[in-house]
Nanobody
């Protein structure tokens, strides 16, 4: 089991920045690839970014490439999502997830553990 707790969400103006954190406990964090997803009410959850267990490989949704950066600190059991140049369409609940298969893909089915989410609201 891996327990995940997100933090860092909030209200920000368009063009601003936020950094989300996801603290993990339980099963060895460093053996999991990690991902961030987001969901708007009434819509399906969508992939945002993923990072391999070592941090050496990362993937991004086209909508956030060049603006968001995923990173991890295995010594602190934490994964981060730095979000810059935020847009109103980035408004969503952001979830972190752990992938024990180490695939770091955009597919939800590969992620076995999920946090409760943190709200990000970008005003225009």
């Amino acid at each position: 089991q891996v327990q995940l707790v997100e933090s860092g969400g909030g209200l920000v103006q368009a063009g601003g920045s936020l950094r989300l954190s996801c603290a993990a406990s339980g099963r060895a964090f460093s053996s999991n690839a990690m991902g961030w997803f987001r969901q708007v009410p009434g819509k399906e959850r969508q992939f945002v970014a993923a990072i391999s267990w070592s941090g050496g490989n990362s993937n991004y949704a086209d909508s956030v490439k060049g603006r968001f950066a995923i990173s991890r600190d295995n010594a602190k059991n934490t994964v981060y999502l730095q979000m810059n140049s935020l847009k109103p369409e980035d408004t969503a609940v952001y979830y972190c997830a752990a992938d024990p298969y180490g695939l770091a893909t955009m597919l939800e089915v590969h992620y076995d553990y999920w946090g409760q989410g943190t709200q990000v609201t970008v005003s225009s």
